[in-house]
């Protein structure tokens, strides 16, 4: 049951992931980059991690995708165009990436991770919020902070004179 | 589902978003794949986190803050490309060299 749901989740996350970077139509990259990232929440609550799983939804599905379909729309005539996506290199990037894909399993099948057994609790919302307000607090602050700086930033930027 | 599920399936989605940021000329969709990149070490965070520590889940803390950073890269990011679009009318990559010299 969980790996018949995981197969689905990966051929959904892989297939729309593949779409987004292939497509020529930047505006249909950005709702099959709305369908991936919700087959990741998916697996997020395979992992479980509803929390986690639940902020994937909210941010990535509902803030960051909203603002590139904004920014897609403010940038592109919608109607009629015919520019080339792709730059003259995809020979060049295929080989570094399957290098890199090679690598990575390489080193995944030579490394033996100590699995620890679960105590079969998976950690609440609760647990995660304590331990995001005493053990983790001033990470917590700083990127508070990073995400402050960052907004009024992009304000600024963006306002125009 | 082993780790080894989990860390081969975000292994290809981080290759998939590096092939996307190495060959698109969009500013837009470079933005897209380095999400997709993004998503992919979340995922790698998650699964080590269920899978090593499963009773201190480090990993969904720092996924956490991934996913806040990524989202003010995001807001940045897509400042920045509007302003590129007001001032030099395209947002192509390839065009934009104005801080070469």
């Not at chain 1, 005539?77 to 996506?85: A, E, F, N, V």
């Not at chain 1, 890199?100 to 950690?123: D, F, H, M, Q």
């Not at chain 2, 060959?23 to 899978?51: C, D, H, P, Y």
Request: with cysteine.
């Amino acid at each position: 049951m969980f790996d018949l749901a995981f197969y689905i989740l990966a051929v959904l996350i892989l297939g729309s992931a593949l779409m987004v970077v292939t497509l020529r139509n930047i505006f249909h990259c950005a709702l099959f980059l709305v369908l991936c990232m919700f087959s990741i929440a998916g697996i997020y609550i395979l992992l479980e991690a509803e929390f986690i799983a639940a902020v994937q939804v909210l941010i990535y599905v509902g803030a960051v995708t909203i603002l590139m379909i904004f920014a897609v729309m403010l940038t592109h005539q919608l109607t009629g165009k015919t520019i080339r996506q792709v730059n003259d290199q995809p020979i060049a990037a295929l080989f570094i990436i399957s290098s890199l894909l090679v690598l990575t399993l390489l080193a995944l099948s030579k490394t033996t991770w100590e699995v620890a057994s679960s105590s079969g609790v998976s950690p609440s919302a609760t647990e995660l919020g304590r331990a995001l307000m005493t053990v983790y607090v001033l990470p917590f602050e700083v990127v508070s902070v990073v995400l402050l700086v960052a907004l009024v930033g992009a304000i600024v930027i963006s306002r125009g004179d | 589902m082993t780790l080894y599920h989990y860390l081969i399936l975000s292994a290809i989605l981080f290759v998939i978003g590096m092939y996307g940021l190495l060959t698109r000329r969009n500013a837009v969709g470079v933005l897209m794949s380095i999400e997709l990149m993004f998503n992919a070490a979340n995922i790698n965070f998650v699964a080590f986190s269920k899978f090593i520590t499963p009773n201190e889940f480090i990993g969904q803390i720092f996924s956490i803050f991934v996913i806040t950073i990524a989202a003010a890269e995001a807001a940045v990011g897509l400042a920045i490309v509007l302003l590129i679009y007001r001032n030099y009318k395209g947002i192509e990559v390839d065009n934009i060299n104005f801080m070469k010299w």
